[in-house]
Nanobody, 123 residues
Framework: QVRLEESGGGSVQAGGSLRLSCVVS????????IGWFRQASGKKREGVAN??????YYAASVKGRFTFSQDNGENTMYLQMDNLKPEDTATYYC??????????????????WGQGTQVNVFI
């Protein structure tokens, strides 16, 4: 059984930083899609930082501020979020497994998802 557990969310002032972690069990990182997504209240879920076959996608709104990394030995992925803005407020999810890739949109239709961790950025 595949399980994903996110942590590291919280409330932070604009300009601050958070680091999200996602521990994955039952699935080994490979060249298929893995990554982070987010969903703000009343909005569609969007890809934030995804990796596929060595390629990394960042949403335009986070490029230069967020950094994806992974530790294959620990089966853990991370999202370092710097210079946070109020518009980054959302529930953040990690996901793995299957999926498809587009150069301008990253991964979609991943199979396994975590429960999400809330990030609130206030002025």
């Amino acid at each position: 059984q595949v399980r994903l557990e996110e942590s590291g969310g919280g409330s932070v002032q604009a300009g601050g930083s958070l680091r999200l972690s996602c521990v994955v069990s039952g699935y080994w990182f490979d060249r298929n899609c893995i990554g982070w997504f987010r969903q703000a209240s009343g909005k569609k879920r969007e890809g934030v930082a995804n990796v596929f076959a060595g390629e990394t996608y960042y949403a335009a709104s986070v490029k230069g501020r967020f950094t994806f990394s992974q530790d294959n030995g620990e089966n853990t992925m991370y999202l370092q979020m710097d210079n946070l803005k109020p518009e980054d407020t959302a529930t953040y999810y990690c996901a793995v497994g299957g999926g498809s890739w587009t150069d301008d949109g990253g991964c979609y239709n991943l199979q396994h998802w975590g429960q999400g961790t809330q990030v609130n950025v206030f002025i």
